[in-house]
């Protein structure tokens, strides 16, 4: 599994021009699914995520995880974070979970973080999206199996 955790003032994902997800204060996560994921993979990993301390204290130190400010989630899927461009030009995604299996894991995540976190909102699996944001820092992080 990785995910590409974004801290963002505000994100939206749209499907053929209507809106399917929309956030303010909280974490944009691109979530790419791979072959050898299971629940536990997408447990383990939704724990780190909802425990990253990456936003600003009173202080000015990033000592704050999503809870901790109220923060809102919008989870969209992205198998292109399994892209693999090591020979050639063109990227090869055989490391890409399978669309039947990565589907599930992705809707499991959704349906695990909805129980924790207030508002979660998220894209639809496969579809064509746009997604806008208006990430705050820049504050980007990569969890993949290098950190976990």
Request: aromatic content about 8%; glycine content about 8%; hydrophobic content about 40%.
């Amino acid at each position: 599994m990785k995910l590409l955790v974004q801290r963002v003032n505000h994100a939206e994902v749209k499907v053929n021009g209507e809106t399917t997800g929309s956030i303010q204060k909280g974490f944009l996560v691109f979530v790419g699914v791979g072959r050898e994921d299971t629940k536990a993979t997408a447990d383990k990993y939704l724990k780190k995520l909802l425990g990253l301390r990456i936003f600003e204290d009173e202080a000015g130190k990033t000592n704050l995880s999503l809870a901790d400010v109220n923060g809102e989630l919008l989870l969209v899927s992205q198998f292109t974070l399994y892209a693999n461009c090591k020979k050639g030009n063109r990227p090869s995604f055989i490391e890409a979970g399978e669309p039947v299996q990565a589907e599930s894991l992705y809707e499991y995540m959704i349906q695990e973080a909805s129980r924790i976190v207030p508002k979660v909102q998220h894209g639809i699996f496969g579809a064509d999206m746009k997604v806008s944001l208006e990430n705050d820092g820049p504050f980007t992080i990569i969890l993949d199996e290098a950190i976990m």
